[in-house]
């Protein structure tokens, strides 16, 4: 079946550095990805929507400059926290839709960052 | 905007015991899709069930159950005979068709099965 992978699946970082997460839809095409955000004991919370060959749409509150999406073919889609604080801990989840449907999303298994 | 509401944050039963998880949602399309997941310790979310708005025909999943009334807005989720590798955090979530399929999420409800 379809899957979503991420990498890395966690992440151990010096403040002001900058991390790179991928996404990988590995055997379907997504022309959009979607990136969530979750801090410990709290829900899911959509940060952007990545599309294929365009510029993201961030959700209200969230850094644009700071957390840049890069979806540069129809199975990659990249999110960099750039100059990380340790409050951008948190665990990331990309999700993508199932080509052809629209009541489907495959979600990757998330990827843990902590900024020391 | 769509909202979704889990209203019990935590609940603990004895293994065996039938347990119900809430849900409320909101919306002001009349299509969309509304899911459970489940996240275990791992992090990795667990897709469950998923029922389409037009579809109240409430069903028998192995020892899962659902109850969709769309009258009163509820999603309410039933884990029969729970088990201790039942115990995770359980996700309602909506989502609408076509092109911009976010999903909104729930905030959770942490189940305990306790042996």
């Known amino acids: 079946g379809a899957v979503v992978s991420q990498h890395p699946s966690w992440v151990i970082c010096k403040s002001g550095t900058s991390v790179k997460i991928e996404c990988r839809s590995l055997d379907f095409q997504a022309t959009t990805m979607f990136w969530y955000r979750q801090f410990p004991k709290q829900s899911l919370m959509l940060m952007a929507t990545s599309n294929e060959g365009s510029k993201a749409t961030y959700e209200q509150g969230v850094e644009k400059d700071k957390f840049l999406i890069n979806h540069a073919s129809l199975t990659l889609s990249t999110l960099t926290v750039t100059s990380a604080h340790p409050e951008d801990s948190s665990f990331y989840i990309c999700?993508?839709?199932?080509?052809?449907?629209?009541?489907?999303?495959?979600f990757g298994p998330g990827t843990r960052l902590t900024v020391l | 905007a769509q909202k979704v509401t889990q209203a019990q944050t935590e609940i603990s039963v004895v293994e065996k015991e039938d347990v119900t998880l809430d849900c409320v949602y909101e919306t002001r399309d009349t299509t969309y899709y509304l899911f459970w997941y489940k996240q275990p310790p791992s992090g990795e979310l667990v897709f469950l069930i998923r029922?389409?708005?037009?579809?109240?025909q409430n069903e028998i999943s192995g020892r899962y159950s659902w109850n969709f009334q769309k009258s009163t807005s509820s999603f309410n989720f039933t884990i029969t005979a729970s088990q201790v590798v039942d115990s995770a955090v359980y996700f309602c979530a909506l989502s609408l068709p076509g092109g911009y399929q976010k999903v909104t999420f729930g905030t959770g409800t942490k189940l305990q099965v306790i042996p």
């Open positions: 999700s993508a839709p199932a080509q052809g449907r629209t009541d489907t999303q495959y």
């Open positions: 029922r389409n708005s037009f579809d109240e």
